[in-house]
C-alpha cells in the first residue's frame, strides 16, 4: 500500500512536471557549446509531451565530463508515434555519421531508443541506451488515457509487444527507475538489461536528481568498459 509521504511525493513530482514545461515554454534555451567534447557522443530522447530539456539536467552533467550533446528539436514535443519518432532519431546520426552513440532517454523515449536498436540502426552507431523510468512493458494507466498519444502505451500496443519480444538488445540497455512511478505501476525492470532501482518517487523529478546522475554515469563507465 502507498504510504502518504508517497503520496506526497507523487504530488511534488506531477508538480516539476508542471513548471518544467511551463518554464521550457517560457524560456526556450538552446545548446550553446553542447556539441563539444571529446567523449563518447550523447543523443537525447525525451518522452511523450516533452521537449529535449527535460533532459537538461543530466545532459548538463554529461557534457562537463566531456562528452558532446545532441538534441532533436524536430521531435518537438514527441507526439509522434514510436516509430516515427525512431526514424528521425535515426536519421539525424546516420546524417551527422555519429558512432559510439550513448542514447540518453526518458520514458517514451526509452522505447523509441529500443526501437533504434532493434530495426534502426543498422551500421551499429549506437554503443548503449540508458533509459529512465521507461515503460518498456507498457502501463495498465494507458487504457484511460484521453488520447492516442498515450493509449499506445497500453501493454497490448502491437509496437511495444514486438519491442518487447526482442530480448537480444536488452544486454545493451541500462534501464533506470524510481521505486514508485505513478505512471508505470508495473515499474520498468527489463530482462536481460542492467536494471538500478533508485530510491525515489516520481517519474519526472529524478531526472533531476544526483542519485540519477551517478547511475548514468556509472552506466556509461561500464558501457566504456566493454568496448
Keep these: 500500500m502507498i504510504g502518504l509521504r508517497d503520496i506526497g511525493l507523487t504530488v511534488v513530482d506531477r508538480g516539476y512536471q508542471l513548471s518544467e514545461q511551463a518554464r521550457h515554454l517560457l524560456h526556450r534555451r538552446v545548446d550553446d557549446g553542447y556539441s563539444a567534447g571529446s567523449g563518447n557522443p550523447v543523443l537525447l530522447v525525451p518522452g511523450v509531451y516533452e521537449t529535449w530539456q527535460f533532459l537538461r539536467p543530466v545532459a548538463d552533467r554529461l557534457h562537463e565530463l566531456g562528452h ?32 559510439g552513440v550513448i542514447l540518453v532517454a526518458h520514458s517514451k523515449g526509452g522505447l523509441i531508443g529500443k526501437h533504434m536498436m532493434v530495426l534502426d540502426d543498422r551500421d551499429g552507431r549506437i ?9 518498456f512493458g507498457g502501463s495498465i494507466l494507458a487504457r484511460y ?44 525492470r527489463l530482462a536481460g538489461a ?33 568496448q
Design 145 to 188: 488515457a484521453p488520447n492516442a498519444a498515450l493509449r499506445a502505451f497500453s501493454p497490448a500496443d502491437e509496437t511495444l509487444v514486438s519491442l518487447g519480444g526482442n530480448l537480444a538488445a536488452n544486454e545493451r540497455i541500462t534501464s533506470i527507475y524510481s521505486r514508485l512511478d505513478p505512471l508505470i505501476p508495473g515499474g520498468s
Design 127 to 135: 554503443a548503449t541506451l540508458i533509459a529512465v523510468n521507461t515503460p
Design 194 to 226: 542492467t536494471n538500478i532501482e533508485l530510491p525515489l518517487v516520481g517519474h519526472f523529478r529524478p531526472l533531476a536528481s544526483r542519485e540519477l546522475f551517478d547511475a548514468v554515469e556509472e552506466s556509461i563507465r561500464a558501457a566504456e568498459g566493454s
Design 68 to 99: 558532446p550533446i545532441h538534441i532533436l528539436p524536430e521531435l518537438g514535443y514527441n507526439r509522434k508515434t514510436v516509430t516515427a519518432s525512431a526514424a528521425v532519431a535515426q536519421r539525424y546520426l546516420d546524417m551527422l555519421d555519429l558512432r
